[in-house]
């Protein structure tokens, strides 16, 4: 079992569904707490526990092991009524969740208003984004600009009201510049979602100061974050990015500790790579191939059913995400994925509009849009990886590829899954 520290970040290195959440089913196993440090409802972990698949938008992974604490950090923007919804369909399903989910009194919420703003602007926008439609973007737009509502205001009703009513007529207003409709249901759809508010503050806590007492106490924490590097709004592919930091850093910020709390930081890569929404994608395949490794991989959203694009490996893109995240380790999900091909691909480099050959990922998303992958070939091994639950399990030729994203990445491989169960996840080292 490869060693990890008191506190651990699992990060997504690519454009997000790596198959985070499998590797922090895993992970929790070994924990006491596992915390969510930003996002929102907008993506999705899928996870299957014996025959039973559960698909979380907002409570971490580490809820489907007994006994763990599972926390949404003060960065995450918490959408109510979804949160509710998710939390009483665990119930439902037999998952004991008494005593076992805290939210952070400083996280913002999102609310009715944000996911209409959200629509209204991508509808109207020239240049797509992409977005879920989860108003994410509005709500961090809120939080940024000092005018969102924190779990904490819902103590004060008298403010929570007043900032409510300016926000939803602020709103309002800009629907209506834009020609938009959609605002005649936002008072009821707001008051039904405040009307949880006593229940939500049953479930508040600080969490910073929950995670910094259990790690004094000798107990051990996972912080999972929601989407990937390339979609971090600083270091992502912008403006084709989410709406929050997405890189290991913000585990810190994010659920109120310090970063030197944080001992190691797992970067979860997929053995190829996909992304969903706009923005470039280097590697991508030509069409046949591409719906090719969609069907084997079933790459559609779990959040949104969105079909995901599909690419080659992209060692530019991973050996970027090692570096801002400064990656302890990597885990490489879905190798299973390549069984049947007779041949696999991986990105070494970028050859720039200029003929320049670069192995730095560029900041100018025009550069990367027109950049063309270097790609180095390896043979297939074609045969099945599924029943493998040692490395040495594994094909000599799916070995010799993992090296190869060793070499190239400069971070150990720690873990291999070569399928979605959890007896299908391989430690290496």
Known sequence: MPEQGACTVVVGCQWGDEGKGKIVDVLAEGVDIVARYQGGANAGHTVEVGDDGFVLHQIPSGILHEGKRCLLGNG??????????????LVERG?????RVGVSTRAQLLLPYHRLLDRVVEDSAAEKIGTTGRGIGPAYEDKAGRRGVRVADLTDKERLESRVAEARDRV????????????????????????????????????????????????RVLLEGAQGTALDLDHGTYPFVTSSNTTAAAAATGTGIGPTAIDAVVGVVKAYTTRVGEGPLPTALDPEMDEHMRQLGGEFGATTGRPRRCGWFDSVLTRYAAQVNGL??????????????????????YRLPKGDVTEVFP??????????????????WEQSTCDARRLEDLPTKARSYL??????????????????????IIPVH
């Not at 936002?186 to 790690?215: C, K, P, Q, W, Y």
């Not at 299973?336 to 990105?347: C, H, K, N, S």
């Open 403 to 424: 090296d190869r994203i060793e070499e190239l990445t400069g971070t150990p491989v720690q873990w291999v899954s070569v399928g979605t169960r959890r007896d299908q």
């Open 76 to 89: 995450v923007v918490l959408d109510i009524g979804q949160f509710f919804e998710e939390y009483d369909a």
């Open 328 to 349: 302890t380790g990597i885990a490489v999900t879905k190798l299973d994925v390549l069984d049947t091909l007779g041949e696999v691909q991986v990105a070494t480099a």
């Open 95 to 99: 998952i004991d969740l008494e005593g």
């Open 172 to 219: 309002r207003r800009r629907v209506a510049a834009m020609g938009s409709g959609g605002a005649d249901e936002l008072d009821a759809d707001t008051d039904r979602v405040l009307a949880m508010s006593e229940r939500l503050l049953a479930l508040a806590t600080d969490t910073g100061r929950e995670i910094t007492r259990a790690l004094k106490d000798g107990r």
């Open 363 to 380: 900041a100018d998303v025009r550069s990367l849009v027109s950049a063309e992958p270097v790609y180095e070939s390896m043979p297939g």
